[in-house]
């Protein structure tokens, strides 16, 4: 329900998504009649979201509100964060401001969509600032696992809200960018209403190692290695691929790119000067064979250990081109996301069974992340000293910690925001509150069905998944109410058909003696009849097996 | 395939279970016609395995040799090396060896089965040795996560195997009962053929830190709880429930068990003079409202975030009797067990949410392993001094780095075996090596079922879980191949009926379409007819929305 009049008077900050959750980050900027939006990612499935291909945020809020959207402001180009535009584009289409390397990666994307013709995609550089309505923001360069990153200072009629990004403070970034300290004090100095920080790292202590010391462990780790290296990354790392680049060179080693997503990025990151590439460096499929093994590096997708990736196949000897032999070596330089820890370590374990040495986060320096820790989360809050604290992409757990992290450094309790995704946060001469709640929601893409799969098909693919399917069909004349066809019954994952049809034929029977214990008024309702037989076979399978299948009676009039 | 006369000569050592994969712990000792089984393990599904109950070890081999098999020894009383018993001891049932809570828990565990009185349970003490048949067995007390646990001295005819079960070098045990390095020290003088060591902690260094630290941790932390305190733990790890009373007790609080096996496993271990709980400590659910939140301390179970656990419905505010209030404590006092990682951290969202401080292993030290770590292991290696070393209770990649820790001490790499389940490691007047491979795997028990679900099934669930299921009814005339009834189009798990009745609809018109395609020769031949049907669908599904249900024609001939 939407509880606000649409000319309340001050700011407000409404977020859509990332707010208690890892994706989805999408972030409302409200003034009068004006929007602006920061972000516009997707999340990937967990294992509750049985054959969901991934998740958007729910836009109804800004359907009533399509013309007041100014622009949407992009922070990087991670899907978590960009992901979502192909599902949004089409309803709510202003301009996209992004640095030159998001918006390569949002233009491929949309590309795919077909909808790159239709967007006004405009690049700005850090310390630009751009004016969208009543707002003027200004991008401020941030360290992250992608290049290219900014944080955003938005000026708004109530004071300036700075937004991190996804940031992380590196003092020897691979390019040589730096998070832009200078420029986050300056509008400390000046004042800061509000700061939207990233609260992914709240629990580590310390600083998070720089970018560069993963080059380094690569540097060290290469010459050692006797066979094929093969380094599994997020291809949207273009700094982890070029140091893996540099260290294949300095060890004499040719590159192939393994996977659609890495040559698509790999391409981008080159022709938009992100990344050095020698000439003659890159080889494909075809050399391979023909390059002694100590002088091949392939860097590769599918450190998640993904079912159809390449590196899982190749784990499995099911690649076709590349098979792994005693004395190669695999390293999965990339963090382990929620929810994967099973299938990466069933692929390290059949890695092992290849012969092949796995090097991974949890044994060596093979990864960093690109998220900020305490020091550099207190770092922030100092720099910036917000009059309010809003901590953002997170889980519940990070945003409180996060919170309680800025009262450390002393911003009062009172004036830290742990928000839900669709709270309605208010700014208004000074003063702060939570007015309300807007329409929010994950919506599921399945194929090319975009909501369509709501919980209870969810609900109904969960307890498939458990117990499998159990179909009786049964004619039955319409004019006496006799059963002239089955019952028949077929089963799909509830029991081994070919192995189990003494069993079955059991539960036919229990069906046939019921039929025929019931009196004709009851077959006349074919309700009534389906749920006979329904409660029927539940009790049996219960009671024999103890198993509980979606049972479905299918009564066919005749 | 049994690929082993069954007089061939000399020692040969079988796991059914446990070797490349962490549960089904279980191996056969067998020499000439008489057999040792050491553990009975069970596996708790991982996600991949859909509404599969628990998992046992395939005992084909067993079958035909049910009267050699002398005796089960079992190391401890964990799930892993016990939980299969239910399902072996009714075709495999020779006396039981065990410790006094061993066997206390498996009595418990066999008299939900009915089978308490069927069986033989002969409790051994530490240092003592039983024989069955041609082999001799000491029990050699080590320390773990459970009280009374033992590693075995197996006598044979041809030397001497040391199992260590699964073990930790505590120094400063709860109970004061420490691992016997001198009888390991003992046989490592006299000679040892092989030892089989505990890989599960190989990937840690240094030294596991003790149990009491723990103690320490909650001593500390109770008396700084404003409110209830929540410890949720292993049922089985005694000596940490022993340690949350004696820290409950100096801290002036009241203790709660919650939890049926808490409860039950309190209550063995109690009897057994395991556990010292002091009198009038323990209350129940009736006394709980009465007593002020700084008097109380609740010890559940729950730790992994099982959906339908105490803990999980106290955190999502479902509990009746407990809930959780701001100033509560909650401790996870336990490990994430590997998959579990995403319900565990959902739980401690909802926690938080509940406004409740929560502390787990990665944050304090509210939980210390019970596996040995490498320099534990070196020692166990150079305490025993084995001719061949087995690296067992692991996966894959585990006993493989297991196995080169054992040569950094000396062990020449052709004699450390990293075996696989089912294979047949033959020990022969100081000869050794893999003579062949017997029928192994993993028995699926759901519900009442054991073993009648297998990959099919499985593949079938799958496949249901991800697009649901689309099933058309159509009835046929024999006597002229007419169609005569249908197609009638029922899904589940496939798109929200209710709101898409025109999509189906257009669906039913693509079948019927087809149908009035075929010609009469065609429609003689269901079978035709449902490969027709399916094709034509599915071509429709991922054509227009991009997914692929299980499509189930019911062909039915009238």
New interface residues.
């Given amino acids: 329900m939407d509880l606000l009049p649409k000319d309340s008077s001050g700011l407000k900050i409404i977020p859509l998504g990332g707010f208690?959750e890892i994706g989805l980050n999408m972030a409302v900027f409200e003034y009068g009649e004006e929007i602006i939006l920061v972000d516009c990612g997707l999340m990937f499935p967990?294992?509750s979201m049985?054959?969901i291909d991934l998740v958007v945020p729910d836009i109804t809020y800004l359907r009533d509100r399509v013309e007041q959207v100014r622009g949407i402001f992009l922070t990087h180009g991670h899907e978590d964060h960009i992901g979502a535009l192909p599902y949004v584009l089409p309803e709510v289409n202003p301009p996209i401001f992004g640095t030159a390397l998001t918006l390569g990666l949002v233009k491929a994307k949309l590309k795919e969509f077909h909808l790159d013709e239709k967007v006004d995609l405009r690049v700005v550089k850090p310390r630009e600032t751009v004016t969208a309505g009543c707002f003027s923001v200004e991008f401020i360069r941030v360290t992250h696992s992608i290049v290219d990153g900014c944080g955003l200072a938005i000026r708004t009629p109530e004071g300036v809200v700075i937004h991190t990004g996804d940031f992380k403070i590196d003092q020897t970034p691979v390019d040589g960018e730096l998070t832009d300290l200078a420029t986050f004090a300056r509008y400390g100095e000046e004042g800061v209403l509000a700061l939207m920080s990233d609260s992914t790292n709240v629990?580590r202590e310390g600083y998070t190692i720089s970018e560069r010391a993963v080059g380094e462990a690569f540097h060290e780790l290469f010459p050692k290695c006797p066979g094929r290296i093969i380094v599994a990354a997020f291809s949207s790392n273009i700094h982890r691929v070029q140091q893996v680049v540099e260290a294949a060179v300095a060890s004499g080693r040719k590159v192939l790119l393994n996977g659609r997503s890495m040559i698509a990025n790999v391409q981008i990151a080159r022709e938009l000067g992100y990344l050095r590439v020698p000439e003659g460096l890159l080889i494909d499929l075809k050399e391979l064979p023909h390059l002694p093994k100590e002088q091949v590096c392939i860097i590769s997708t599918g450190s998640q250990g993904e079912p159809m990736s390449a590196l899982t196949r190749i784990a499995m000897d099911d690649h076709k081109q590349i098979k792994l032999t005693k004395g190669d070596t695999v390293i999965l330089s990339s963090r382990v996301i929620?929810?994967n820890?099973?299938t990466i370590?069933d692929m390290?374990?059949h890695l092992?069974?290849r012969g092949a040495e796995?090097f991974h986060e949890?044994?060596s320096e093979v990864h960093v992340s690109g998220h900020a820790s305490q020091e550099e989360l207190k770092l922030m809050l100092n720099l910036t000293r917000p009059h309010w604290f809003i901590p953002v992409h997170g889980?519940?757990?990070h945003l409180?910690r996060h919170a309680r992290l800025a009262q450390k450094v002393g911003i009062p309790a009172e004036r830290c925001i742990v928000a839900n995704n669709g709270d309605v946060m208010a700014f208004s001469a000074g003063e702060a509150c939570i007015i309300g709640q807007v329409e929010n929601g994950r919506v599921f893409v399945?194929?090319?069905?975009i909501g369509?799969?709501?919980e209870?098909?969810?609900k109904?693919?969960?307890?498939?998944?458990?117990?499998?399917?159990v179909?009786v069909?049964i004619?039955i004349a319409m004019y006496n109410g006799q059963v002239i066809?089955g019952p028949?019954i077929?089963s799909?994952?509830?029991?081994?058909e070919d192995?189990?049809q003494d069993y079955l034929e059991a539960a036919r029977k229990v069906v046939t003696d019921k039929l025929a214990e019931l009196n004709a008024e009851v077959m006349g309702d074919l309700n009534e009849v389906k749920q006979e037989v329904r409660a029927t076979l539940r009790r049996f399978f219960k009671k024999?097996?103890?198993?509980r299948p979606?049972i479905?009676p299918?009564i066919?009039e005749?």
């Fill in positions: 208690g967990d294992a049985l054959g629990k929620p929810g820890e099973k370590t390290i374990n092992y069974r796995v949890q044994v889980e519940y757990r409180v399945d194929g090319k069905g369509d799969v709501g209870i098909v969810l109904d693919r969960k307890h498939l998944s458990e117990d499998g399917m179909i069909i004619g066809y028949d077929v799909r994952g509830f029991v081994f192995e189990s024999t097996i103890e198993r979606v479905l299918l066919l005749m």
